[in-house]
């Protein structure tokens, strides 16, 4: 019986309701899988940051280094200012930790309807790999002559051969273990320093998988060809903003955000890595009880893959699947009538009843 020791943060909004769905379906699997968890919660949110004045303490990153893997809901809620709970704790953790893959799976499941509805299950099957530690995300930059007419604000982005050079590379690695495509998502056309070099990086790491074909599209045509024709593509790897908005897009197109889940991966092994939906913490309906579970459960099943535990991690995709294909337990961002807990608890009995 091997025991993960899991760091928990709930965060805000539906972080706390779908969290605890994501715990009971990996419990379930643990229950059958000679797995267990040790699960050490942490209240780092805006609630926290509205009491004390931080979204996490000071010695927050060190507390969570010796765990095997952190398990996060969401964070952001009306009263605090996004920058500071997205900079306050996401940022900062993805950052020290060298969390530099942000992987984002994108897949139409039976029994979902895709709002474009042409495509069969399983046609839509492509991975969002994100660039998650610099890019268009950066500190660097500033604001002159505030509250003036001549106030200006200036943001740079940075784009390093070492950042690119291991996002890219894990982008072809990824391709390997799958249908052997990557598209890259550019935009040297219009930023003229960051993205001609993006571009030329994307083509030297290229050089080093022959077998790997290749794709390269602007960022304006590629959101176009997300909606028109998503079957085209296999793993698509973009820098931190593109990857961020590519995969929004993307859960739109394959039912729902609140189907998309994320890896935030630190490859080396060296930090723990962080697994999380997508989306954010859905100030609109928080409280309601109402919020689709599956991406935060799906995260969880990318935890387990992540720590080794292959085998498991399928049984609660399958248990997803399943649920969606055979039933009608389904949340309203799903034309469903069920709560956030009804599905946890769908998915939960089904890992425990799978043959
Ligand atoms: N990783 C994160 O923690 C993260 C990511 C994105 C946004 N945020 C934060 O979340 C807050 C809200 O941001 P937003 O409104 O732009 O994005 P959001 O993802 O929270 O919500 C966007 C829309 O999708 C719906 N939605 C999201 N998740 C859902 C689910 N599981 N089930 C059903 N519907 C779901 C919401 O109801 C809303 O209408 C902000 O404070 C933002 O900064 C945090």
């Known amino acids: 019986m091997h025991c993960y020791k899991i760091a928990v943060i709930e965060g805000d909004g539906?972080?706390?309701?779908?969290v605890p769905q994501g715990m009971g379906a990996l419990e379930a699997v643990g229950r059958r899988s000679e797995i267990s968890f040790a699960w050490t919660h942490f209240d780092w949110s805006c609630e926290r940051y509205l009491k004390v004045g931080r979204m996490m303490p000071q010695d927050g990153l060190d507390?969570?280094?010796?765990?095997?893997?952190?398990?996060?809901?969401?964070?952001?809620?009306?009263g605090v200012p996004d920058h500071i709970s997205l900079w306050g704790l996401l940022i900062p953790l993805r950052r020290a930790f060298q969390q530099y893959v942000n992987l984002r799976p994108v897949r139409l499941l039976g029994g979902v309807e895709s709002p474009l509805n042409s495509f069969p299950p399983r046609e839509i099957d492509l991975c969002i790999v994100r660039e998650n530690n610099e890019g268009e995300y950066s500190e660097v930059g500033g604001r002159l002559y505030r509250n003036t007419e001549a106030?200006?604000?200036?943001?740079?982005?940075?784009?390093?051969?070492?950042?690119?050079?291991?996002?890219?590379?894990?982008?072809?690695e990824l391709a390997r273990s799958r249908k052997r495509h990557v598209t890259s998502a550019t935009k040297s056309n219009g930023i003229i320093h960051t993205m001609p070099f993006w571009d030329e990086r994307f083509a030297a790491v290229?050089?080093?998988f022959p077998d790997v074909r290749t794709d390269s599209y602007h960022i304006d045509i590629l959101s176009s060809h997300f909606v028109l024709h998503p079957d085209w593509f296999d793993v698509v790897v973009a820098s931190n903003l593109f990857g961020d908005i590519l995969s929004d897009l993307a859960s739109a197109v394959v039912g729902s955000i609140g189907l998309a889940p994320s890896a935030n991966l630190n490859p080396e092994r060296q930090y723990p890595s962080m697994f999380e939906p997508v989306h954010g913490s859905a100030p609109d309906i928080a409280g309601k009880g109402i919020a689709n579970p599956i991406a935060q459960i799906w995260s969880g099943a990318m935890m387990l893959e992540h720590l080794g535990e292959t085998t498991a991690a399928q049984l609660v995709e399958k248990a997803v699947e399943r649920v969606l294909l055979r039933s009608d337990v389904r949340t309203p961002d799903l034309g469903g009538k069920a709560t956030t807990s009804d599905v946890?608890?769908?998915?939960?009995?089904?890992?425990?009843?799978?043959?």
């Open 14 to 18: 539906i972080g706390r309701e779908v």
């Open 63 to 78: 507390q969570l280094r010796g765990f095997d893997a952190v398990y996060l809901g969401a964070v952001g809620y009306p």
């Open 151 to 172: 106030e200006l604000a200036v943001q740079e982005s940075i784009f390093t051969k070492h950042g690119c050079d291991r996002i890219l590379r894990y982008a072809f």
């Open 206 to 208: 290229a050089k080093d």
């Open 344 to 355: 946890g608890q769908a998915i939960a009995e089904e890992i425990a009843g799978m043959k």
